[in-house]
C-alpha cells in the first residue's frame, strides 16, 4: 500500500548506518576537485568520481581507485593512472609532482579527467570509455527558430529562496499571452541555479482553472486537476525541444489559455542559502501547422528495486486492449524521452502487433539521469489501435544499502517515457501506465464505460469520488467505528464487509490508496491520510489472520521430505534482503528463497501504521 511504502522508505532510511561521501566532500580531497573539465562539454565534471557528472552510485574507474585508497590523496595514488590513457591522476588534475595537500592552492590547473580515457576517439582509449555518453547537442537547434514569424514568451517562477529541504514540488499557473489560435512549436529551459533544478514541466489545461495567477504553490507529481496535458518537458542535461513540422501544442482560444509549470528543486545537502528563478521559454506560431499535437505517458507506477543489484528490471505495458479502446484511430509518434534516475542505466519502449514486434521507438543502452537521450523521428512510428507498447527499465542498485521505491525525490526513483504524437484527438486520454499489473488506462473519467469490467469489476473514478453516496457511506462506517489506536470489534466487521468490495481488493485498493493520497482530495472536507490510518489499523489485523490460515494452509501440505526453508535469500540478487514477490497476498510480506518456497509472514505495513499512527495522535492532542 501507498501509504506503508512511504512509511518503508522513512523507517529504512532512518535504521540503516549509511556512509557515503557526496560530490562536494569528494570535491575538497581531490586536487582542482571543483574544476575538473567535462570531457562533452565546455563545463565541469561535478561528481568527479562517479559515472554520472551530477553525482549517484556507480562509480567510475578513477571514483574506484580511489575508494581502495580510502579517499586519501596519496603520492602512489597521484602517480596512478586510472583511466589508462597514458597520463598520471597528477598530471590531469594539475598535480604533476604529487605534492598538493589539502586545502592548498594549485596554480596549474586540471588538464582532463582522470576517470576519462582521453583523446576520447584515440585508438588508446576504444573500449575504456563505454560508459561515458556525450550529448553532441551543445545547444537547441530548430529550424523554426529563425522563422520571422516564430514569436516567443517567457514563464519564470519569482526569485525565491530554496526550502532546506532534499524535494520540493512548487507549480505556478499561468495565462497564456495570446487568445487567437497558435501552435507552440518549440521550448526552451531557462535555468537559475543547476545546483537545484531537477526538472520542469508544463501542463496544458483543459478546464478553467482556480488557483491565482503568476503565484507558485507548493503542489505533487501533478501540477493541478485542472492541467493534465504535458506539452512541455526540461530534465537536466536537456537542451529544449522541436516539434515536428507537421504538429504543435494548441494554445489559445481554442487551445490551452492557460499553463501550469511544474518546477522540481533537489536541495540534495539542504543548502539554506538558494535562490532560484528558473521558467521556460515557448515558442510559437499564428501560421497554424496540420495537427495538434499530444504527449502520452508510459511506464510503471509501483516497483521496488532491491539493495545492491547490478541489474534490476521494471516493465510497465501499454496494452492492446488499452490502445484498443483508447485510440480512436493511428497515431503518429514523433518523439520519446526515457526518464529514470540516478539508478537508471538503460531504457526501451517497444512496440508490437498482434503479439510480433514491429520496431523499438526508444533504446538507450547507456541511460544517464544527467544527459538524456531526446529521441525524434522525421519519419513518425504509426501506431495502430490495438498495438502494443511495452517500456523496460534496467536499474543498478550496486552501492545502495536499502529497497529504492517509485517516488518524487532524486533518490527514489521513476519508470516513465514521455512520447510526443499526433493527432492528439486520437487519443482518449494523454496517460497508458502500468500500477503493478493493472492497466491504468480503465481509472480514468473518459474510459469509464469502454472497458466492461472497470479495473477487475471496480468503476475507479466514481468510487474515489468522495460525493459518491457509496464511497461517503463507507467513509461514514470507518470513521465512526474505526479508531486509531486500537481495532475494535465492530471496525473489525465493517471492515470484513467493506473488504468484499472490488474497489477495496488486492492490487485495486493499493491503486486506489495512491491515488487517493496524490490527490489529498483537499476541497472534500475529509483527511485521506488519517483515514487510512483507521482503515488500516483493522485492515492489518484481518490480514494477519488470513496469513495464519495461509501459514496453516502451507504447513499441512508440506511433506516430510520438504522441509521448513530459513534461507529467506532471494533470487534476484546475490545480497540477502528482503522484498515484496508479485505473487503473495498484498496484505502479506513475502520473503522469496532460492528453493522457490514462499514463507508468510504478517504484513510489515504494520511499521507504516505505527508511524501514521504517532501523527495521527500527535495532531489530535
Not at 596519496?74 to 597520463?87: L, V
Amino acid at each position: 500500500m501507498i501509504l506503508s511504502c512511504r512509511r518503508w522508505r522513512f523507517l529504512l532510511i532512518a535504521c540503516v548506518i549509511h556512509s557515503a561521501i557526496s560530490f562536494p566532500q569528494f570535491q575538497d580531497l581531490i586536487p582542482n576537485g571543483k574544476k575538473v573539465p567535462h570531457p562533452c562539454s565546455d563545463g565541469a565534471w561535478s561528481a568527479v568520481g562517479h559515472a554520472n557528472p551530477a553525482g549517484g552510485h556507480q562509480r567510475n574507474p578513477f571514483g574506484n581507485d580511489f575508494a581502495a585508497t580510502g579517499m586519501v590523496w596519496s603520492e602512489s595514488f597521484c602517480r596512478a593512472d586510472s583511466d589508462d590513457d597514458g597520463r598520471t591522476n597528477g598530471e590531469e588534475l594539475g598535480d604533476p609532482e604529487c605534492t598538493w595537500s589539502q586545502g592548498q592552492e594549485l596554480s596549474n590547473p586540471a588538464t582532463g579527467h582522470p576517470g576519462v580515457c582521453e583523446p576520447m576517439d584515440d585508438e588508446r582509449c576504444k573500449g575504456k570509455n563505454d560508459w561515458v555518453v556525450c550529448s553532441k547537442q551543445k545547444e537547441m537547434e530548430c529550424d523554426v527558430l529563425s522563422d520571422p514569424a516564430t514569436q516567443f514568451f517567457d514563464i519564470r517562477f519569482p526569485k525565491r529562496k530554496v526550502p532546506a529541504e532534499k524535494t520540493t514540488y512548487t507549480c505556478m499557473v499561468v495565462e497564456v499571452p495570446e487568445m487567437e489560435d497558435h501552435h507552440m512549436v518549440a521550448n526552451k529551459p531557462l535555468i537559475d541555479n543547476e545546483n537545484v533544478m531537477h526538472h520542469l514541466l508544463v501542463y496544458g489545461c483543459q478546464e478553467e482553472v482556480s488557483m491565482k495567477l503568476n503565484t507558485p504553490y507548493e503542489c505533487g507529481m501533478e501540477a493541478t486537476a485542472s492541467c493534465r496535458d504535458l506539452i512541455g518537458l526540461w530534465v537536466v542535461g536537456s537542451k529544449g525541444e522541436c516539434m515536428h513540422p507537421k504538429a504543435g501544442f494548441r494554445l489559445g482560444k481554442n487551445g490551452y489559455r492557460h499553463l501550469a509549470v511544474q518546477m522540481h528543486w533537489t536541495n540534495k545537502h539542504q543548502h539554506s542559502d538558494y535562490y532560484d528563478e528558473s521558467g521556460m521559454r515557448i515558442f510559437y506560431t499564428k501560421s497554424l501547422r496540420e495537427h495538434d499535437a499530444g504527449t502520452l505517458w508510459l511506464g510503471q507506477m509501483f516497483f521496488e528495486i532491491p539493495p545492491q543489484a547490478p541489474e534490476t528490471d521494471v516493465q510497465g505495458v501499454c496494452t492492446s486492449e488499452c490502445t484498443s479502446k483508447i485510440f480512436t484511430d493511428n497515431i503518429n509518434i514523433f518523439g520519446a524521452t526515457n526518464h529514470m534516475h540516478l539508478l537508471g542505466t538503460r531504457g526501451k519502449v517497444e512496440h508490437f502487433r498482434s503479439g510480433k514486434r514491429v520496431g523499438v521507438i526508444t533504446n538507450d543502452t547507456h541511460y544517464t539521469y544527467h544527459s538524456p537521450v531526446q529521441n525524434s523521428f522525421d519519419t513518425p512510428v504509426v501506431v495502430r489501435p490495438g498495438d502494443e507498447l511495452r517500456t523496460t527499465c534496467t536499474f543498478n542498485s550496486e552501492g545502495v544499502d536499502r529497497t529504492t521505491f517509485f517516488g518524487k525525490g532524486t533518490h527514489d526513483e521513476m519508470c516513465l517515457v514521455f512520447i510526443k504524437y499526433y493527432p492528439k484527438q486520437k487519443a482518449r486520454i494523454q496517460k497508458c501506465l502500468s500500477f503493478k499489473e493493472l492497466s491504468m488506462c480503465t481509472a480514468f473519467p473518459q474510459t469509464v464505460g469502454l472497458f466492461e469490467d472497470g479495473m477487475r469489476g471496480c468503476n475507479v473514478p466514481q468510487f474515489t469520488s468522495l460525493t459518491n453516496p457509496a464511497t461517503l457511506t463507507m467513509v461514514f462506517q470507518i470513521q465512526t467505528k474505526c479508531r486509531p489506536d486500537i481495532c475494535t470489534q465492530e471496525c473489525k466487521n465493517a471492515m470484513r464487509e467493506l473488504r468484499q468490495h472490488p474497489c477495496l481488493k488486492e492490487d485495486v485498493w493499493e491503486y486506489i490508496k495512491f491515488f487517493l493520497m496524490e490527490e489529498k482530495h483537499s476541497g472534500s472536507g475529509i483527511d485521506v491520510e488519517k483515514l487510512l490510518v483507521l482503515y488500516t489499523v483493522c485492515d492489518l489485523q484481518l490480514g494477519q489472520e488470513i496469513g495464519r490460515d495461509e501459514s496453516r494452509r502451507i504447513t499441512t501440505m508440506r511433506t516430510p521430505s520438504q522441509p521448513t526453508n530459513t534461507d529467506f535469500t532471494s533470487t534476484s540478487t546475490d545480497t540477502d534482503h528482503i522484498h515484496t514477490c508479485p505473487k503473495c497476498p498484498p496484505t502479506h510480506l513475502s520473503i522469496c528463497n532460492n528453493s522457490g518456497s514462499r514463507n508468510i509472514i504478517p504484513s510489515i505495513t504494520f511499521i507504516g501504521v505505527i508511524i501514521s499512527l504517532v501523527e495521527f495522535l500527535v495532531t489530535v492532542m
